[in-house]
């Protein structure tokens, strides 16, 4: 813990943080139950947060939000490696660090939320998300963050309208007069349009309802109704899969057409065929004197060839032997 840091720390708290230095590197689980509860190794312990190995990722914990951490004294000594972690000395850096990565706000609950980072103000962070677009996350209600794979469909591409504010009583500022949604989950989540704030207070209008919210309380905020954007998405898709199979189903009547009109020709060729060779039918029984004279030609050849000028001279020479 920096000195400076140390300096506004009342002992209690200080011997607090030398008890966590004490349980490093050892086999320990962080709350006792629900979903921020984890077991793993005590990988690092910085000034407001400490890291924890489990299975298959380094889960990072604000210490203002852990309950309880417990020692497992039968597997005091672990075999388990620790993964490469950021340097950071306190968590509000460590969240600077995996800027452009894909993170998980919370393990469970309603407040728990996969996304991308992008952007990082003086107290809240942005989040862009697949169901609900940028998200916005006080941090000091943050209890826990960790790495996961990506699951954004446009990882690579930056989203169009971050407000990119230094603190988040500016992102309200921008998000005035706009339907809004408050809290992610559980029963302090509403949704409607924010009205400027008066008196310390952001008051949120919904058909006839007029509520009113105190600044501290709100862990989370993000533009239009909860799962809108996901909503959308689908919407867009669903587009496109139409004017795809319109397109497809405009390309098979086209091949279909194609192939009436071959098969029309070939019909038509078909019956031409049939036509002409009815026709070369018709002319040959109209004239059967010409096939006979023809065969009759043929014949009355091969009957020459018997008379030709050879056999006759043969025919007169032996004549005139007998003779003389």
């Keep these: 813990m920096s000195k400076r840091r140390m300096k506004y720390h009342s002992n209690n708290e200080i011997s607090y943080y030398n008890f966590l230095h004490s349980m490093k590197d050892k086999i320990v689980t962080v709350y006792r139950g629900g979903p921020e509860s984890k077991k793993g190794k005590l990988a690092a312990v910085k000034s407001d947060y400490i890291a924890l190995q489990a299975e298959k990722k380094i889960i990072y914990y604000q210490l203002d939000h852990v309950k309880s951490i417990t020692e497992d004294t039968n597997n005091s000594t672990t075999t388990i490696e620790t993964e490469e972690m950021p340097d950071a000395d306190d968590f509000h850096s460590l969240i600077g660090q995996l800027m452009?990565?894909?993170?998980?706000?919370?393990?469970?609950?309603?407040?728990s939320k996969k996304g991308r980072l992008v952007w990082l103000g003086d107290d809240y962070a942005a989040l862009h998300t697949n169901e609900d677009g940028v998200v916005y996350f006080a941090i000091h209600h943050i209890k826990s963050i960790s790495k996961h794979e990506s699951d954004l469909k446009?990882?690579?591409q930056t989203p169009a309208g971050v407000?990119?504010?230094?603190?988040l009583s500016e992102v309200f500022k921008s998000l005035t007069h706009k339907?809004?949604?408050?809290?992610?989950?559980?029963?302090?989540?509403?949704e409607g349009i924010l009205v400027d704030n008066a008196d310390g207070h952001y008051t949120l209008v919904k058909n006839q309802e007029v509520l009113r919210i105190?600044?501290?309380?709100?862990?989370s905020i993000s533009l239009g109704p909860k799962g809108s954007h996901k909503k959308e998405d689908q919407k867009n898709e669903q587009n496109q899969e139409d004017n795809h199979d319109k397109d497809s189903s405009s390309f098979i009547?086209?091949?279909?057409?194609?192939?009436?009109?071959?098969?029309?020709d070939y019909q038509s060729s078909k019956s031409g065929r049939s036509s002409r060779s009815k026709s070369s039918s018709k002319s040959s029984k109209r004239s059967p004197r010409s096939s006979d004279y023809s065969s009759s030609f043929k014949s009355s050849g091969r009957q020459k060839e018997d008379y030709s000028h050879e056999t006759i001279v043969r025919t007169i020479d032996y004549h005139w032997k007998r003779k003389f």
């Excluded at 452009?100 to 407040?111: A, D, I, K, T």
């Excluded at 407000?163 to 603190?167: G, N, S, V």
């Excluded at 339907?179 to 509403?190: F, K, L, T, Y």
């Design 100 to 111: 452009n990565q894909s993170v998980q706000f919370n393990q469970g609950g309603p407040e």
């Design 154 to 156: 446009t990882e690579e």
């Design 163 to 167: 407000l990119e504010a230094d603190e």
């Design 179 to 190: 339907w809004v949604s408050i809290n992610r989950g559980g029963p302090e989540a509403i």
């Design 214 to 219: 105190y600044p501290f309380h709100i862990k």
């Design 253 to 264: 009547s086209s091949k279909s057409s194609k192939r009436s009109l071959k098969s029309s």
